[in-house]
């Protein structure tokens, strides 16, 4: 089975509608089915609630699409947790020494740093985002990383797999 690190940008799309949810979307219905692995890290959790309120003082989530979001995603995340269908990356100290050298080598700041990190740490098969810059990163250092509003086919012909 195929395990996929999400970095916060492609799990945001799971709650706020934008491109790439719904080929989130269709990540997470497979991990409910149980064909598919997802992981991130305990950083994305505040990286995603960043994500919520930052959109909820800009105007672009009502309070109640706010909430919503909130709710959904923590419930979810604990079903996932509960089907075995999600692996929650913690903050570990090899993770986040092994982010200063890639901030360092690569240029990348530390949160990027820390999702390729966790990735490598948590023995993943693709890093998913929506970050050109992040992907481009990962791959440089050779991850498979696709984009979740841009490289749909890519991703379900890498699923099916060999």
Known sequence: MRKLY???STIAKRYVAEPGTATTDLLYEQAE????????????VGEVLSVFDRRR?????????????????????????????????????????????VILNRHV?????????????????????????????SRELGLTAFDVTSEEDELARFLKGP
Do not use: Y
């Open 6 to 8: 999400l970095d916060s």
């Open 33 to 44: 089915r149980g064909g598919l692995l997802l992981a991130f890290s305990i950083w994305n």
């Open 57 to 101: 003082r800009q105007g672009w989530l009502a309070e109640g699409e706010f909430s919503e979001a909130l709710r959904m995603f923590a419930g979810e995340t604990s079903k996932l947790l509960r089907l075995k269908a999600l692996e929650i990356i913690p903050m570990l100290t090899p993770v986040l020494t092994g982010s200063w050298g």
């Open 109 to 137: 700041d530390g949160a990027d740093a820390v999702q390729i990190t966790s990735c490598l740490h948590a023995k993943s098969d693709a890093l998913l985002s929506a970050d050109k810059e992040l992907i481009h990163t």
